[in-house]
């Protein structure tokens, strides 16, 4: 890997869309210098993830543990460098701790881990099990009577287990309006496009007819994001999914709709040109 302008650290985000930048300029050098890989994945999801973090959740990074804190999941696992950048550009733990990730005796393991984590729920990386635990976190808080929110972003192909759906009829049986789903809809899965693998389609149909509050929305529009997550709970009474569609790779070209970055790590060349494009979309 070639040297690059390290990103500002310590320095808050002016805006969401800067916060996403940064993470998926954290994620680059971070999946390159350990080796790991879902870098796809996680330049799919960095718009959702820089507006929860940069506007939606109520977090506090000087206490972690605050009992009114809104939850979040990443149950896409597997994409954990994104929130682990989110995480630090927040402030929960110092930005340098990013350069460790996946390497040996750091606590910033390629999956994302609560252990030692600030800022982390639960850990994740087995696709199936972040939304059960969510929806009873949200269970929980409303036999509390708390006022807090829980939110699972998923990945679609994880939408395959069947698992989800059985928290899915649970959580509208329970009229859990304190639970908000975010799919990160890039219709890439480990090895093929979703659609060729299992078809989820008519998706938003399917979530109406579990009886959840549906709602879609371009999952790189940060404008149509805060506008979204503004208006929660979409419908009193019913959890809310929001269906963002997204690009796997965004802010990469040669990674855009690409089956090939759920997995590769990009090193010399590969690293030099997605650095490249992300630089000067900051100079944009």
């Known amino acids: 890997m070639t040297a690059a302008t390290p990103v500002a ?81 927040r402030g929960f733990f110092p930005v340098e701790w990013l350069s460790r990730h996946y390497q040996d005796g750091s606590l910033l393991s390629g999956h994302v881990s609560h252990k030692g984590i600030p800022g982390v729920e639960f850990s994740t990386g087995s696709l199936g099990h972040g939304l059960p635990v969510a929806t009873g976190m ?28 059985e928290a899915i009829l649970f959580a509208a ?31 938003a149909d399917k979530w109406r007819a579990f009886g959840w509050a549906v709602r879609e929305v371009d999952g790189h529009d940060h404008a149509a994001l805060r506008k979204t997550f503004d208006a929660l709970p979409a419908e009193p009474g019913r959890p809310t999914v929001v269906l963002a569609h997204t690009v796997k790779g965004k802010g990469v070209s040669f990674m855009e709709h690409s089956v090939l970055w759920h997995y590769r790590t990009a090193r010399g060349d590969e690293f030099d040109a997605a650095w490249t494009e992300l630089d000067t979309e900051g100079d944009a």
């Open 138 to 165: 949200a269970l929980a808080g409303k036999l509390d009577a708390r006022g807090h929110r829980v939110f699972a972003l998923l990945s679609d192909g994880e939408c395959d287990e069947g698992s989800n759906w």
């Open 173 to 203: 049986h329970h009229r859990l309006d304190n639970l908000v789903v975010v799919v990160d809809y890039n219709k890439i899965q480990s090895l093929a496009p979703v659609a060729e693998t299992l078809a989820l389609e008519p998706f």
């Open 9 to 89: 650290a310590g320095v808050p985000a002016a805006t969401t869309e800067e916060l996403a930048l940064r993470i998926r300029r954290h994620a680059l050098r971070m999946t390159s210098t350990g080796g790991s890989s879902h870098v796809g994945a996680v330049f799919s999801m960095a718009d959702l993830v820089a507006v929860l973090y940069g506007h939606t959740l109520r977090v506090d990074p000087a206490r972690p543990d605050w009992p009114d804190r809104d939850r979040f999941i990443l149950s896409k696992g597997h994409a954990g460098a994104g929130v682990y950048a989110a995480l630090a550009e």
